[in-house]
C-alpha cells in the first residue's frame, strides 16, 4: 500500500489535507473513494484510517482529508457549517478527477455520512454511496449544543467541548444545521446505497439509519454491526465494514475491461476553450474534460454500454438547454421580468419531413429538436412571446443552426 499527501483547496481558497491510500504498485486501482469523517473529527481517527487501509488491499484507492479548520486543514473551524463541509467534499471530489480519476464511490461516517448523501447528487461519477453510524439529516447534531444555545443566541458565539476537545462555534453554524432538517434530498438519491448502522450506537440513534433507508429507492442495503460502539474502535468492526463493503460495492461498481485515465500520468489537462475525451472502456465509457471539470459520457445497457453517463446525444441536448436557460435568465434579469423558475426540456428525434408541421420547405428524413420552455411567475402573453424569441438567440442554437465548419485531423 501506498499512502500519498493530498493537497487542495476548498472552495473559499483555504488548503485542506488529505491522505490518499492507494495498492501495491503491482495491484491495479479499481476504483476512487471519498470517506468523510465524523463531526469534528479528522482523517486520522481509527475508524478511517482502518477501513481506508484495507480497502486500498481490496483495489480501492481512498481519499481521507480534514475538512476546514479540522487537523492539518487550514481555515477556521468556527467559520464552518455543514454546507461547508457539503463543499469541501465537492473540491475533493474535483481534485480527485484532475489528478487520478473521478471518485465513483462515497462513504462517511456520522455526520459525515449525512455530508456524502447530500454532495452525492453533485458529483456525476459517484455510483455507490456508504454510510457509518450517519445521522439521516445535519440538524442531528443541534443536541450537543444545548448547553450553549442561549449564549450562541445572545452572543452569536460561544465555547463547547466535545469530547475532550474544546472548540468555538458560531451562531451560524445552528442556523445552517437547521437548513438540513429534511430527508427529502435522499428520495433523489442516484447510486446505490449501503447504510452500516449499530442497534447499540448511543450518540446516533439507529432509528437515524431506518429512516435513511426509509426515505432511499432501491437499490439499497442495510447491514448491522451489531454490538460496535459508533467510533468503531475496534479493528475488527473497522475490518468488517471494509469487508462487507467491498463484497457490496463489487455489484455496482465493476467495470469490465476499465481503462484508467491515469495512464497518461494524471487526468488528462484540458487547455482553457478546449474538451479532451478519453477512453474510460473498451466499450462505450469516455471521460470528458474540459479546464476544471469531469463528467462521463456512455451508452444505456440496452445498446451495449452501462449507462454510467448520459449519451453523446443527450449530452448535445444538456449543451442546448443549458444555454437556452441561461440566456432567457440573463435578458429576464436585465429587464426585470418576475421569473421565479425557467424549465427547459428538449428531445432528438428521426421524422419525415411530411409528418412534420414545424418542416415547411424540408424534404425527407430529418433529425428534429424540440425545445419546450416552462416559466414560472406572473408574465404577460407578450413577455412570453419575447422570451421564446430570444431562446433562438442562445449560442449553442446559433451554432447549431450556423452549419458549423468541422476540421479533423491527426495531432501532432
Same mark, same amino acid.
Given at each position: 500500500m501506498a499512502r500519498i499527501k493530498f493537497k487542495f483547496p476548498n472552495d473559499a481558497g483555504d488548503q485542506l489535507a488529505g491522505l490518499l491510500e492507494t495498492p501495491d504498485a503491482d495491484q491495479p486501482i479499481r476504483e476512487y473513494a471519498l470517506f468523510a469523517h465524523c463531526f469534528t473529527c479528522g482523517k486520522d481517527i481509527a475508524a478511517a484510517s482502518r477501513i481506508?487501509?484495507?480497502?486500498?488491499?481490496?483495489? @480501492?484507492?481512498?481519499?481521507?482529508?480534514?475538512?476546514?479548520?479540522?487537523?492539518?486543514?487550514?481555515?477556521? #473551524?468556527?467559520?464552518?457549517? #455543514?454546507?461547508?463541509?457539503?463543499?469541501?467534499?465537492?473540491?475533493?471530489?474535483?481534485?480527485?478527477?484532475?489528478?487520478?480519476?473521478?471518485?465513483?464511490?462515497?462513504?462517511?461516517?456520522?455526520?459525515g455520512g449525512a455530508a456524502v448523501l447530500s454532495a452525492a447528487q453533485q458529483i456525476a461519477s459517484v455510483r455507490a454511496v456508504v454510510t457509518i453510524g450517519a445521522p439521516a439529516t445535519a440538524d442531528h447534531v443541534q443536541h450537543l449544543f444545548?448547553?450553549?444555545?442561549?449564549?450562541?443566541?445572545?452572543?452569536? @458565539?460561544?465555547?463547547?467541548?466535545?469530547? #475532550?476537545?474544546?472548540?468555538? @462555534?458560531? =451562531?451560524?453554524?445552528?442556523?445552517?444545521?437547521? =437548513?438540513?432538517a429534511s430527508p427529502k434530498h !435522499?428520495?433523489?438519491?442516484?447510486?446505490?446505497?449501503? !447504510?452500516?448502522?449499530?442497534?447499540?450506537?448511543?450518540i446516533v440513534s439507529i432509528d437515524e439509519a431506518a429512516r435513511i433507508y426509509q426515505s432511499a429507492r432501491h437499490p439499497k442495503s442495510f447491514i448491522s454491526l451489531d454490538d460496535a460502539d459508533h467510533l468503531l474502535s475496534k479493528k475488527?468492526?473497522?475490518?468488517?465494514?471494509?469487508?462487507?463493503?467491498?463484497?457490496?460495492?463489487?455489484?455496482?461498481?465493476?467495470?469490465?475491461?476499465?481503462?484508467e485515465d491515469n495512464?497518461?500520468?494524471?487526468?488528462?489537462?484540458?487547455?482553457?476553450?478546449?474538451?479532451?475525451?478519453?477512453?474510460?472502456?473498451k466499450k462505450f465509457l469516455r471521460g470528458l474534460y474540459s479546464e476544471n471539470h469531469q463528467l462521463m459520457a456512455d451508452e444505456p445497457k440496452s445498446f451495449g454500454g452501462q449507462d454510467l453517463g448520459p449519451n453523446p446525444y443527450d449530452l448535445l441536448l444538456m449543451s442546448l438547454g443549458a444555454c437556452t436557460s441561461m440566456t432567457l435568465r440573463m435578458y429576464a434579469n436585465?429587464?426585470?421580468l418576475p421569473i421565479e423558475d425557467i424549465?427547459?426540456?428538449? =428531445?432528438?428525434?428521426?421524422?419525415?419531413?411530411?409528418?412534420?408541421?414545424?418542416?415547411?420547405?424540408?424534404?425527407?428524413?430529418?433529425?428534429?429538436?424540440?425545445?419546450? @420552455?416552462t #416559466? +414560472?411567475?406572473?408574465?404577460?402573453?407578450? +413577455?412570453?412571446?419575447r422570451l421564446i424569441e430570444i431562446a433562438d438567440r442562445c449560442p449553442v442554437h446559433k451554432t447549431i443552426k450556423g452549419n458549423p465548419v468541422i476540421v479533423t485531423k491527426l495531432a501532432e
Open positions: 481506508s487501509r484495507a480497502l486500498s488491499q481490496r483495489g @480501492i484507492a481512498v481519499l481521507r482529508f480534514d475538512f476546514t479548520g479540522l487537523g492539518n486543514s487550514d481555515g477556521d #473551524f468556527a467559520n464552518t457549517n #455543514f454546507s461547508s463541509n457539503v463543499q469541501d467534499l465537492l473540491s475533493a471530489a474535483q481534485e480527485l478527477a484532475r489528478s487520478h480519476r473521478a471518485p465513483s464511490l462515497l462513504i462517511g461516517h456520522s455526520l444545548s448547553d450553549s444555545s442561549q449564549t450562541l443566541l445572545e452572543e452569536g @458565539i460561544a465555547e463547547v467541548t466535545l469530547g #475532550f476537545r474544546k472548540f468555538t @462555534i458560531k =451562531k451560524q453554524l445552528l442556523d445552517d444545521l437547521q =437548513k438540513h !435522499i428520495q433523489q438519491l442516484q447510486a446505490a446505497l449501503l !447504510i452500516f448502522h449499530s442497534p447499540v450506537d448511543d475488527e468492526d473497522a475490518e468488517y465494514v471494509a469487508q462487507a463493503l467491498t463484497a457490496w460495492a463489487s455489484r455496482y461498481l465493476s467495470e469490465e475491461s476499465i481503462v495512464r497518461y500520468g494524471s487526468a488528462p489537462k484540458a487547455a482553457k476553450g478546449e474538451v479532451v475525451v478519453t477512453e474510460r472502456d436585465h429587464k426585470g424549465l427547459v426540456r428538449l =428531445k432528438h428525434e428521426h421524422v419525415h419531413a411530411q409528418d412534420c408541421a414545424d418542416c415547411e420547405g424540408r424534404e425527407g428524413k430529418l433529425e428534429k429538436i424540440t425545445r419546450r @420552455i #416559466f +414560472q411567475g406572473d408574465l404577460t402573453e407578450s +413577455q412570453k412571446k
